[in-house]
C-alpha cells in the first residue's frame, strides 16, 4: 500500500516515487519520544516523525498495538497526503500529532480490509 507509492506533486506537476526504508526510535537518535520513518522520495530522505503516545492511547482505546508495518503504513499514507496535496514537499521532516496518528491508523486498517490484508515490510 504506502511502503513503495508514487504520488504527484501540484506544484511542479512532477511524480514523486517514494519507498520506505526504515522505522528508527528517535528517542537513540534525536532524544525524541517518537518513531521516526524514514522514505526515499526520488532518492532525498524525508523523514515522518510519529509520537510515541499515539502508542499508549492506541492500546487503551482497543487493547493493541500499533505493529512496525502499521508505523511504516500510517506514515506513508501521511506523506503521500501532504505531498498531492503541495504542502511544501522541500521538506525533509514532518511530524505527526498522536491524533492524527490514530486517524490514519483508522484508515489503514480499513483500507487494508478492503485489499485483503496489510502488505508486508520489504527486508
Known sequence: MYEQFTAMDPWTGKELVCR???NIVAIATRHADAVDVRF???GSPVWV???RAAWQEQKQRAGLTITDQLT???AGRYLKQ???EGLD???EFYTMSAAQVLE???IIVREAGEQGSLPTLPL
Open 82 to 84: 501532504l505531498i498531492s
Open 89 to 91: 514537499s522541500a521538506r
Open 40 to 42: 526515499d522520495v526520488n
Open 20 to 22: 520506505w526504508k526504515a
Open 72 to 74: 511504516a503504513q500510517i
Open 104 to 106: 490514519y491508523l483508522d
Open 49 to 51: 516523525a510519529l509520537p
